[in-house]
């Protein structure tokens, strides 16, 4: 059995059993190794086409992606310890968006984008304290995603450039985890998303984003823990969600 086999067998009881993993005693994988190991561990869950990526720029502007573990539109999710909420914006796209000679524009991949709703990603990372600085490990543990919500459809305006995403709100009980106004870490939420649309996807085996794929860029609101089984409630744009975890 190869180290890599190892690590997928690893990361895939990890996700499964909800447990972690102690990264001092595994092999720091490469990005493209790291890529490789998302798709080995999708077939091990019977996932052959996500259902979505999540999409994030680092390193000066360098893509990065995971798939989706899940994309759901339900209210009730398994609680995991260690949780994590990251509102986001969750972009349905109605094409598919094949790099191609010339660039798409902001406004081509905005035609293509069917419909922008509240996003919620769940995340915890699968490795005691995290991947710390190991990008393969980070990668390889679908950039620590658990699964995606898709909450209510919000206005496109939210899509214009420069547009104000208004005030966000996430409560957890009588605990108010974030409240105030929602900003993306790229200045432009569609940012990572154009940069696909123009390169294709970098994970293992490219390809391309296509009609049906919920695309998220990264949270509006930092990644607040929730503490225990319980629900917590989003407000933005005008429109509200609630989710339990249970």
């Known amino acids: ?85 990251e509102v986001e914006l969750a972009f349905v796209l109605g094409q598919d968006l094949p790099p191609r000679d010339t660039p798409y524009s902001r406004d081509e991949v905005v035609a293509a984008v069917d419909s922008v709703a509240i996003g919620i990603e769940l995340v915890r990372s699968r490795y005691i304290d995290g991947a710390g600085d190991a990008l393969g490990l980070l990668l390889a543990d679908f950039m620590s995603n658990i699964g995606y919500v898709v909450g209510p459809e919000l206005e496109r305006a939210m899509l214009a450039d420069g547009a104000e995403l208004g005030v966000l709100r996430l409560t957890n009980g009588a605990s108010v985890l974030f409240d105030g106004a929602a900003t993306h870490a790229d200045g432009d939420a569609l940012a990572a998303l154009v940069v696909c649309a123009n390169q294709g996807l970098p994970t293992h085996g490219g390809g391309h984003l296509k009609k049906g794929h919920v695309v998220t860029t990264g949270t509006l609101c930092g990644a607040p823990t929730i503490p225990g089984a319980s629900s917590f409630t989003v407000n933005l744009g005008g429109c509200e969600v609630t989710i339990a975890l249970t």
Do not use: H, W
């Open 1 to 85: 059995m190869t180290t890599q086999t190892t690590l997928a067998d690893t990361l895939a009881n990890a996700i499964a059993d909800i447990t972690l993993i102690d990264k001092n005693g595994i092999p720091r994988p490469t990005v493209e190794e790291g890529y490789a190991l998302q798709m080995d561990i999708l077939k091990r869950r019977g996932v052959e086409q996500p259902a979505g990526y999540k999409l994030s720029l680092r390193d000066g502007g360098t893509l990065y992606a995971a798939p989706l573990l899940f994309v759901s539109s339900e209210r009730n999710f398994r609680f995991e310890a260690g949780i994590k909420i």
